[in-house]
């Protein structure tokens, strides 16, 4: 007999994407329960690389969540919208051969590329 424990009382942020949320999961950044489109926010928030390319993810809704993000790789997926409005440690960004009709992001994230 196998016996896990989910804190259920946990902050949990909001996957929609379910490659995205698998993504997370597999790499112990979940919340223990496959394909329920959330994640624990305390696993995700320390993370400061993604590397998420070619993998069929075209939503990244959740991402405002990864507080301490600092490199995003993004590229040849289809994505469409990208929100890195609350992502303020964002440093680098590489997000190309996708269809982004929407992106927002901070002001400051461009003065510390052009201040590098």
Request: proline residues 1%; contains cysteine; hydrophobic residues 40%.
């Amino acid at each position: 007999m196998v016996c896990g424990f989910v804190n259920l009382n946990a902050q949990q942020t909001y996957i929609p994407d379910d490659n995205f949320e698998a993504y997370l999961e597999t790499n112990d950044m979940g919340n223990g329960l496959h394909n329920d489109n959330y994640v624990a926010t305390a696993n995700i928030s320390g993370v400061t690389r993604f590397n998420v390319e070619q993998m069929n993810i075209f939503d990244l809704i959740g991402i405002e969540d990864v507080a301490s993000l600092v490199n995003l790789t993004r590229r040849s997926d289809g994505l469409t919208a990208l929100d890195l409005s609350q992502n303020t440690s964002l440093v680098s960004l590489s997000c190309y051969s996708n269809n982004l009709s929407f992106f927002r992001y901070i002001a400051e994230f461009f003065f510390k590329l052009i201040g590098s």
